[in-house]
């Protein structure tokens, strides 16, 4: 594969993996055809996304080619095959290896791609279970430092995004629990 090769798109299912046998190959968030957002970098011997294949999800990020690479491509169904094969224990590592890893990455590139206030739309989303009335809710079992922490963001500012959530009617309540007004509306805004 050439140079500037798109070779992954963030939300895309590929019929393959790739197993990159040389070359290296950017990871990030594209922008059209170009890397606008990297996050790190891959040199072979190395597996491409592997992890969304192991979890039977889309892509995470997309994967353009840095320098020439040679890769192998092996279907997707005979490589699930091949993990349904492995030990029970192995397995369950694996897929436990992969979910840590996946949430890691969606991580890095909600904080790449995303401002502020997308970020912690999403967060809420993610984190919301039904409440009273069936009203989505987000019970909140951290320090507000701490979930600013994860999303990137100074306790300030999340401050500012929740006040100004409550003031679009996306969100209401103070203290330990958020109720989710508009969950259509924060998914919206979050780009989910």
């Known amino acids: 594969m050439a140079p500037g090769t798109v070779l992954l798109k963030r939300g895309s299912t590929p019929a393959w993996v790739m197993y990159i046998e040389s070359g290296r190959v950017a990871l990030g968030v594209l922008d059209g055809e170009v890397l606008e957002h990297q996050l790190g970098e891959i040199e072979g011997p190395f597996w491409l996304e592997a992890t969304s294949a192991v979890l039977n999800q889309p892509s995470v990020v997309d994967a353009v080619v ?72 987000v019970l909140l079992q951290q320090r507000k430092r701490l979930i600013a922490a994860q999303l990137g963001i100074a306790p300030e500012t999340l401050s500012r995004v929740l006040r100004h959530l409550r003031e679009q009617s996306m969100i209401s309540g103070t203290g330990r629990v958020l109720n989710l007004l508009d969950p259509g509306a924060l998914r919206s805004l979050a780009g989910m």
């Open 66 to 137: 840095e320098t020439e690479v040679v890769l192998r491509r092996i279907p997707l169904a005979k490589f699930r095959q091949s993990i349904a094969t492995m030990p029970v224990a192995a397995r369950s590592v694996l897929q436990d290896m992969a979910t840590a890893h996946r949430r890691q990455t969606e991580l890095a590139v909600s904080r790449l791609a995303k401002d502020a206030e997308a970020r912690c739309a999403e967060w809420l989303v993610r984190h919301a279970k039904p409440g009273e009335k069936g009203v989505l809710a």
